[in-house]
């Protein structure tokens, strides 16, 4: 029995979890071939037990030719040799069990690899038995691609299959021709996929772009848009994915997921902007267990616009729905460097924030140290998407980079004389074991976190979420109470007295730990409460304390 099976808890045990990606490549290099690997996650376990996390998401882990690192997958089987073996991946769901850690593995249903033996049959010939797997057109008019439709990386989303004489589709590289999912043994081939690692006790899936899985049927043009994270090239990607059928499938997947105790979590990498649309991913609470909110995520760092989206999140999803929340991961620039240009004071409010916040949170590598992004030189640079990019603003490897574990050569990632696959970087100070012996370093402030966040803001039973009202503040400061405690944040440059109800400062993220447990930064909360530039702190209310 996993941790969690046969309780209440277990049943819907990501409500209130804290969940954590590694990107397993970057995390520990067990073997010295540069690689982080599946034994190397193993054996950093007791790191995510100790920091008190509940379900670990890995980065890909399938075979793959690595064009895109993993989501260019050749076999939805197996693992990669350069990470491991299946019996090293059932090993490491094994041992995290025993810590009360969940195994979540990243799931690619909108493509596969172009070296994947479905495609490499599919586009031998036009009457392949696989051909209908994927998404095949003719020349346009002008013996050009079907349609106007963009691919992620840039140009064309179509690229002419010359012995064929048509053109296939790839919302990202040529490399990931996506498929067909209007052919419904691509629906049976696709659960068959998610029972086969549900069986062997994954205990769910992120699935990578969880809005695209159809297109639409006609092949139409994408309509124009403004541009911005959600319209890169001006088009709105209304055809090219974002179809309503995708629901069914989520349906399916549910009630998949639902024959197994616990249930198996659904996860879904939902790039849509509109508070509205998030919450359809849940449909009547029988889709996706948990949609990424990516306004949030793009959001300044600014109290108007991250409160007005949480707030508008929470009116729209629907009933038992819950949130989560993310300000980091290996698609965008770290937090502390994309929220606070480097600086730790704002790293560290924005970790009380994504820690108090109701719902489910999700950490990326790193975060609970407060790093920064790296710089990579393009000579350097592993990821063929930051070399398609038309600036360095996409560059994804710079939020890649090998994990800080000690002092020392490499900062522990690898052995000694190994040169990484990305450059560890400066890390002097920040590494784990420094920082865990420290009392005022942002790990030991998001250890107390969460240490906090399962005693106060989850109450171990099914559907349990800790409540949200937002409180009035000023223009720069946020307010409001989550569950029975209050928090408060001045997202200023200057200090600033804000009115709280009267209690005690139980967290602040200007300090550290004091007298050990969640005990940070007490002090008296006075109703008017001076905060100092970038200051966030929770407040146990006298109405709400023992």
Request: charged share 25%; glycine share 10%; proline share 9%.
């Amino acid at each position: 029995m996993t941790a969690g099976e046969g309780s209440a808890a277990g049943e819907r045990w990501w409500e209130g979890a804290a969940l954590y990606q590694v990107y397993v490549r970057s995390w520990q290099d067990s073997d010295g071939d540069g690689y982080g690997d599946l034994a190397g996650v193993r054996r950093r376990l007791d790191h995510l037990s100790w920091l008190g996390i509940d379900g670990l998401w890995l980065s890909p882990t399938m075979p793959s030719p690595d064009e895109d690192w993993g989501y260019d997958v050749a076999d939805y089987y197996g693992v990669h040799p350069e990470l491991g073996t299946l019996e090293e991946l059932d090993r490491l769901v094994a041992e995290a069990a025993q810590r009360g850690i969940r195994v979540l593995l990243d799931l690619v249903p909108n493509h596969t690899s172009s070296l994947h033996p479905w495609f490499v049959e599919a586009r031998s010939s036009r009457e392949a038995p696989h051909r209908d797997w994927y998404v095949w057109a003719d020349p346009g008019p002008d013996g050009g691609p079907p349609n106007n439709w963009r691919s992620a990386a840039g140009g064309s989303a179509w690229t002419l299959d010359e012995g064929s004489g048509q053109y296939y589709l790839h919302n990202f590289l040529p490399g990931q021709p996506d498929l067909n999912w209007w052919n419904e043994e691509v629906h049976a081939e696709l659960g068959r996929v998610l029972r086969y690692w549900f069986d062997r006790g994954v205990a769910g899936f992120r699935i990578d772009v969880a809005h695209s899985l159809y297109k639409d049927r006609q092949l139409r043009d994408d309509s124009p848009a403004p541009k911005g994270p959600a319209a890169p090239f001006g088009l709105a990607a209304d055809r090219s994915m974002n179809q309503p059928e995708a629901h069914e499938v989520y349906r399916a997947w549910r009630k998949l997921a639902g024959e197994y105790r616990p249930a198996r979590l659904l996860l879904g990498e939902t790039w849509v902007f509109d508070a509205q649309r998030l919450a359809s991913f849940y449909g009547d609470d029988d889709e996706l267990h948990l949609a990424f909110n990516f306004p949030f995520v793009f959001a300044p760092f600014r109290a108007a616009e991250l409160s007005s989206i949480v707030a508008s999140t929470l009116a729209a999803l629907p009933p038992g729905a819950c949130p989560v929340w993310v300000g980091s991961n290996h698609d965008v620039s770290r937090l502390p460097t994309r929220w606070g240009a480097g600086d730790p004071a704002r790293a560290r409010t924005a970790l009380v924030l994504l820690c108090t916040l109701p719902g489910t949170v999700v950490l990326y590598y790193g975060d609970e140290l407060g790093l920064t992004d790296v710089p990579v030189p393009p000579d350097e640079q592993r990821d063929p998407m930051s070399w398609r990019a038309p600036d360095d603003r996409f560059n994804r490897d710079r939020a890649r980079t090998p994990m800080p574990w000690e002092p020392g050569p490499l900062y522990g990632f690898a052995p000694r004389g190994t040169r990484p696959w990305l450059p560890a970087g400066d890390r002097d100070g920040l590494t784990v074991a420094e920082q865990r012996e420290d009392p005022a370093s942002t790990l030991s402030l998001t250890r107390a976190l969460l240490d906090l966040r399962r005693q106060r803001l989850t109450g171990h039973t099914a559907g349990d979420v800790a409540g949200y009202e937002q409180l009035p503040s000023g223009r720069d400061q946020w307010v409001y109470r989550s569950g029975p405690l209050v928090v408060a944040a001045n997202l200023a440059a200057d200090e600033v007295q804000i009115d709280v109800p009267a209690g005690e400062v139980i967290i602040s993220s200007a300090v550290g730990v004091q007298g050990g447990g969640v005990r940070v930064g007490r002090r008296p909360a006075d109703p008017a409460l001076v905060l100092g530039p970038f200051e966030a702190v929770v407040i146990q209310p006298h109405e709400a304390a023992g």
